[in-house]
């Protein structure tokens, strides 16, 4: 009897589980917003206007072939919430990381997306 009893337990843990939302723990770097997007004009924009309207970036890389890459990092980290309210940190925690990119040549915006990691 022991062993249907530890598969009753596991099945309704992960039942429950499956069945949980997620509470917002924490969050680092900026949203990068639609309307932030807009601004952005390939050919014309320089990375002093990206500096007014978006800020510093979160990492920038210089490439061998000249182009500058400035990274845009958001991470959230997520914790599974059970639907009593009860709050699981760290065992089954998600990180969600969107990445904006912008490459730059001589100053000027050439391209821009949205990566995932």
Not at 20 to 32: D, M
Not at 33 to 54: C, N, P, V, W
Request: one cysteine or more; aromatic letters at 12%; glycine letters at 6%.
């Amino acid at each position: 009897m022991r062993p249907n009893l530890f598969f009753i337990i596991l099945f309704s843990f992960v039942f429950t589980l499956w069945g949980c939302s997620y509470t917002l723990r924490s969050t680092e770097g900026p949203k990068i917003s639609a309307a932030q997007i807009q601004e952005i004009r390939l050919g014309r924009t320089t990375e002093a206007d990206l500096l007014k309207f978006l800020g510093p970036p979160s990492k920038r890389e210089r490439k061998p072939d000249g182009t500058l890459h400035l990274l845009y990092i958001r991470s959230e980290l997520k914790s599974p919430t059970l639907p009593w309210g009860i709050v699981l940190y760290g065992l089954f925690d998600r990180e969600e990381k969107d990445v904006f990119e912008i490459i730059l040549i001589d100053g000027i915006v050439q391209s821009f997306r949205f990566l995932k990691k």
